[in-house]
């Protein structure tokens, strides 16, 4: 078996995914209901939030590439960056890996096709990300002497974060989406 039922009771085939499988309001869901770090922060913090805070920290033009970032974590879960990070240096001798990439890769795809994005993320994506990442860990992560590689030279933005419910993760998250859906597509028709 290949595939996986999503919320809205769609049948989602991670070995061959395509556009029409992508349900935003799965995306919402699945992510308004996923913590991050893997739970280990110090209140519920969802990686519905963490997608908003980043499309809240680019140019308009890249905000639904941002909030769409961690899509695929709503078909593939997540792995915690340093055991990816980690799988990833050992690939050549780990079937596994690269075949959880390959998949992940092919769902972004999907979504990529469905939300009409360009595959590779804006340099501002990924830096915002960076900086959401400093930002958490400075608010929702037990303090720890050890710094975060990962982390050299990206400062925490200066708000900081109330975690939200899921269902209120879920709100603002949707809503977001339909209006960066319609702003974006409105303005490509446009073009």
């Excluded at 499988?21 to 739970?39: A, E």
């Excluded at 922060?41 to 920290?57: G, P």
């Excluded at 096709?113 to 590779?120: A, K, M, Q, S, T």
């Amino acid at each position: 078996m290949t595939w996986i039922v999503t919320r809205s009771g769609r049948k989602f085939d991670l070995a061959r995914p395509t556009a029409d499988m992508v349900d935003p309001t799965d995306i919402t869901h699945s992510l308004s209901m996923q913590c991050r770090f893997n739970g280990h922060t110090a209140r519920f913090y969802s990686v519905a939030q963490h997608c908003y805070l980043v499309s809240d920290l680019v140019p308009a033009e890249h905000q639904l590439a941002a909030l769409l970032h961690d899509a695929t974590e709503a078909y593939v879960g997540d792995m915690v960056r340093p055991l990816k990070e980690g799988m990833r240096d050992h690939a050549h001798s780990h079937d596994v890996t690269c075949l959880y990439d390959e998949v992940e890769r092919n769902v972004w795809l999907a979504i990529c096709e469905r939300f009409n994005l360009d595959p590779i993320l804006p340099e501002c994506v990924k830096r915002a990300d960076l900086v959401a990442l400093a930002t958490e860990k400075r608010d929702l992560m037990p303090h720890h002497p050890e710094p975060w590689p990962c982390l050299e030279g990206i400062e925490p933005f200066a708000g900081i974060i109330d975690p939200w419910q899921p269902g209120h993760a879920a709100i603002h998250y949707q809503h977001r989406l339909l209006q960066l859906m319609a702003t974006t597509h409105r303005g490509r028709a446009q073009a």
